[in-house]
């Protein structure tokens, strides 16, 4: 089992049936860290804004890319504070954390004290991206499992209980693999995270887990090593 864990969520993951957010999905999730919080598990969160915006599509509407990224950055302290909110409701004790300054809602992210809410039991949500544009929230999630000393990433996906050879909705024939190294990933072009935040995994020798959350439970089988998955290391 992992002491310390860094999860990452995508900004869909918290959407249902049309809604930006699912109330029956944060309550669950709620639950699930709560379990993993039991175990005396250290928990920090980065999560995306898909559920809003992406910059990147906004682009195909004229909007420029560095002010579309600034708004899907914006988008992610949304989702922060909605976790934050589903959290607290379970008695949770969290913290947000942006790479934004907007003192109003949340603290600036600064390494140390990161790292001191995580020993005090407190879940980290980090949320702003990496505070630049160009720059996904894959990389915001290598990043900062780097700097809080993650045992490991847990790559939650929609669906998906790993990373296959081609994608699984679409060829039948598609073989999930159980275990990888960063640089098949890159070399075999397989859509895990971007290729910067593989590299900047590889280089901080952070592993990676690629598991499905939609399975109940299945996050806090991530955290014990159990969970259907696929490792890269």
Do not use: W
């Not at 993951?13 to 639950?31: C, I, M, N």
């Not at 790993?162 to 098949?184: C, E, F, N, Q």
């Amino acid at each position: 089992m992992y002491k310390r864990v860094l999860l990452k969520l995508s900004g869909e993951a918290l959407s249902g049936d049309g809604k930006t957010f699912d109330p029956v999905v944060l309550d669950t999730l709620a639950e699930e860290v709560r379990q993993v919080l039991d175990m005396g598990v250290e928990l920090a969160i980065v999560v995306g804004g898909g559920n809003f915006i992406r910059g990147k599509t906004l682009t195909e509407i004229g909007i420029d890319r560095v002010q579309g990224d600034y708004m899907g950055m914006l988008a992610t302290i949304i989702n922060a504070l909605a976790l934050q909110s589903a959290f607290e409701r379970h008695g949770l004790h969290t913290r947000v954390q942006t790479s934004i300054d907007i003192n109003k809602v949340a603290e600036p992210f600064i390494v140390r004290r990161a790292r001191r809410h995580l020993e005090k039991g407190r879940v980290v949500i980090v949320g702003g991206g990496t505070g630049s544009p160009y720059f996904s929230t894959d990389t915001t999630a290598a990043l900062r499992a780097s700097e809080i000393k993650a045992d490991v990433i847990l790559m939650a996906k929609n669906g998906v209980d790993g990373v296959y050879s081609a994608d699984p909705k679409k060829d039948p024939t598609a073989v999930r693999y159980d275990t990888l190294s960063y640089m098949d990933v890159l070399n075999k072009g397989l859509a895990v995270m971007d290729s910067t935040a593989i590299s900047m995994c590889m280089d901080n020798h952070t592993e990676l887990q690629v598991f499905n959350m939609n399975e109940p439970g299945n996050i806090v089988k991530a955290v014990q090593g159990t969970a259907v998955c696929t490792i890269i290391k």
